[in-house]
């Protein structure tokens, strides 16, 4: 699913996929105060949209329902940063560009935004500069723009252990009927990690023998209890999602959006419209996620 805007006017376009934490344990901290996470991720076919054009001077422009909550953040922007850090490790073939982003996605979400940007930002900025790098010194570029930065480089079913980093494919994950729901309060990652109460729990195992719903089921998100303290919508959103039809919800990253997997994309839909409906201010998305087959 595509949403047609400005980013799709510029010559090179990227996708910037929402990141779903299908499951996230965490295991432990490392000295630098890190946690080590177990986690299996998947991708949405929604997210937003880059745009990359050459111009006379660097220029950053946003546009999409949540564009105007990141406008005025400078050189913060995790587009900007990624931009210049590639621009360092490339040299001279790093011409002045014109980058659009297509905010669709709700900001400090728990859904990876501002890291698909990135990963997307990299991505783009390679083809338009006509360069490549060594797959070890991008990862390690992407690993410096944060935590989630090298999984959205991949955008496909994963396992991810260490802080993000250390990532493995999961061809035979299934493409998942979604809807992403998330009441539009920010939450910062920070102190959902602060508020957490155990720190060496039980590493993911993935049972399949029953199916991959079963082997989700049976797995966890140990950042959910501290979030729901932060934001109580959570656990609104979650009963939401279930009364609606879900089969299994469950918060993703450090929150605060929701994910009900459904049986099939038909009520997926139907699921989002009843919810936009009973909570317009909120944010309802069906999407479904990419197969690991692909
Ligand atoms: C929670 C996840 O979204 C799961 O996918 C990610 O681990 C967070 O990834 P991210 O947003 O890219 O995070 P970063 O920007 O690297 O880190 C933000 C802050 O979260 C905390 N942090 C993050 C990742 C991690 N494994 N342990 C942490 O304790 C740290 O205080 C860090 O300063
Ligand atoms: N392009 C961007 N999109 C979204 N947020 C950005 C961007 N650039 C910088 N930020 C900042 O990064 C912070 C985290 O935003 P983001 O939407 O990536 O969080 P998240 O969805 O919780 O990520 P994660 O799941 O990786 O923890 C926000 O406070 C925001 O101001």
Not at 82 to 95: K, S, T
Not at 161 to 170: F, H, K, L, M
Not at 240 to 262: D, K, N, P, Y
Request: net charge negative; proline share 6%; hydrophobic share 50%.
């Amino acid at each position: 699913m595509r949403e047609q805007g400005m980013a799709d006017a510029f010559g090179v376009t990227e996708e910037a996929r929402a990141k779903i934490n299908l499951a996230l344990h965490v295991t432990g901290q490392r000295a630098d105060g890190y946690h080590l996470l177990d986690m299996l991720v998947t991708f949405a076919d929604c997210g937003d949209r880059l745009g990359f054009l050459p111009a006379p001077a660097d220029a950053f422009t946003l546009s999409g329902r949540f564009g105007e909550t990141l406008a005025g953040d400078g050189g913060t922007n995790l587009v900007i940063r990624a931009r210049d850090l590639l621009r360092e490790v490339v040299g001279a073939l790093a011409f002045p560009v014109h980058i659009h982003l297509q905010k669709n996605l709700p900001v400090a979400s728990g859904i990876g935004g501002g890291s698909a940007d990135a990963a997307a930002t990299l991505r783009g900025l390679m083809r338009l500069w006509g360069t490549g790098l060594p797959v070890e010194t991008l990862a390690a570029l992407a690993l410096k723009l944060g935590a989630d930065v090298p999984m959205c480089l991949e955008s496909r079913p994963l396992i991810a252990r260490g802080i993000g980093e250390e990532i493995e494919a999961v061809p035979d994950l299934p493409a998942l009927a979604m809807v992403l729901a998330n009441p539009l309060k920010g939450v910062s990652t920070p102190e959902v990690f602060r508020r957490l109460k155990a720190k060496n729990n039980p590493p993911l195992k993935l049972a399949q023998s029953a199916g991959w719903l079963a082997a989700i089921r049976a797995a966890r998100n140990d950042l959910e209890p501290p979030a729901r303290e932060v934001v109580p919508e959570i656990a609104v959103i979650s009963a939401m999602l279930q009364t609606e039809g879900a089969l299994l919800a469950r918060m993703s990253g450090s929150g605060a959006t929701c994910f009900g997997i459904f049986a099939d994309m038909a009520t997926a839909r139907d699921a989002a419209a009843a919810l936009h409906e009973a909570r317009p201010d909120w944010y309802f998305q069906a999407t479904q996620t990419v197969s690991g087959g692909i």
